[in-house]
């Protein structure tokens, strides 16, 4: 048989509701909206630039740390291969991340999402597990 519970619940106070009131000449939301000096902001700029290139660079003390970027050429039967489906350039651009992937860097600046690893020899393959 369980024993009294010595302890007596409390009960639950009710909130109280805030009022809230608007008017047509309230311009406090527009001047809000003009203030754009955060855009300004070093910490907002390096999160910006985070965003656009996850994969690429570090944060530490507003600084991004350089990327090395390395150019291959193509092995001849990928070339080849190019040459008959598409008149392609014959060399890639990878960026090696922070992460320790390198990554292929496409002619519009982009990067490709797949991840590649750097052979002894210099070539690169798609990671996997």
């Given at each position: 048989?369980a024993?009294?519970w010595?302890?007596?619940?409390?009960?639950a106070?009710?909130?109280?509701q805030?009022?809230?009131?608007?008017?047509?000449d309230?311009?406090?939301a527009?001047?809000i909206?003009?203030?754009?000096s955060?855009?300004e902001?070093?910490?907002?700029?390096a999160a910006?630039d985070?965003?656009t290139?996850?994969?690429?660079?570090e944060?530490?003390?507003?600084?991004?740390t350089?990327?090395e970027?390395?150019?291959?050429?193509?092995?001849?039967?990928?070339?080849?291969?190019?040459?008959?489906?598409?008149a392609?350039?014959t060399?890639?651009?990878?960026?090696?991340s922070?992460?320790?992937?390198?990554y292929?860097?496409?002619d519009d600046?982009?990067?490709d999402?797949?991840?590649?690893?750097?052979?002894?020899?210099?070539?690169?393959?798609?990671?996997?597990?």
């Open positions: 048989m024993g009294i010595p302890f007596k619940k409390k009960a106070e009710a909130e109280k805030k009022i809230v009131t608007y008017s047509k309230d311009h406090h527009e001047e909206m003009a203030d754009r955060h855009i902001d070093s910490q907002y700029q910006l985070l965003l290139n996850p994969h690429l660079g944060v530490s003390s507003d600084d991004v350089k990327s970027v390395v150019a291959t050429k193509q092995n001849e039967e990928t070339v080849d291969l190019l040459d008959t489906v598409s392609g350039a060399e890639d651009n990878y960026e090696q922070s992460d320790g992937y390198w292929l860097k496409k600046g982009s990067f999402p797949t991840a590649y690893v750097k052979a002894d020899d210099g070539s690169f393959s798609p990671y996997s597990e």
